[in-house]
């Protein structure tokens, strides 16, 4: 059973950077096909993609927010990293970490979401 898991800070001030870690289990982060996405909603908003990393070490972001992101991985703790810049309070929201499948885009696994507030 796949389970990925987010942790980091609730509470960031304005202009700092967010920092979040996504650990996965029952599988591999390198598996072949699948891509690693992170994923948020802000507070009645719908769900806004924020970019992926293939199974390469390849990253895709979202056009919108490609200039203050950054997602990486530590493949010998199986996990992968978003980093967000500059932070402002309209960043705040639930963020989610998910797998997605390459050939359909599909999410196939949700992380449960943690909450993240911009406020000083």
């Known amino acids: 059973q796949v389970q990925l898991q987010e942790s980091g800070p609730g509470l960031v001030k304005p202009s700092q950077t967010l920092s979040l870690t996504c650990t996965v289990s029952g599988a591999s982060i390198t598996t072949a096909y699948y891509y690693w996405s992170w994923i948020r909603q802000p507070p009645g908003k719908g769900l806004e993609w924020m970019g992926a990393m293939g199974y390469g070490g390849y990253v895709y972001y979202s056009p919108s927010l490609k200039s203050r992101t950054s997602i990486s991985r530590d493949t010998s703790k199986n996990q992968f990293t978003l980093q967000l810049f500059s932070v402002t309070p309209e960043d705040t929201a639930v963020y989610y970490c998910?797998?997605?499948?390459?050939?359909?885009?599909?999410?196939?696994?949700w992380g449960q979401g943690t909450q993240v507030t911009v406020s000083s």
């Open positions: 998910a797998r997605d499948d390459s050939s359909t885009g599909g999410v196939l696994n």
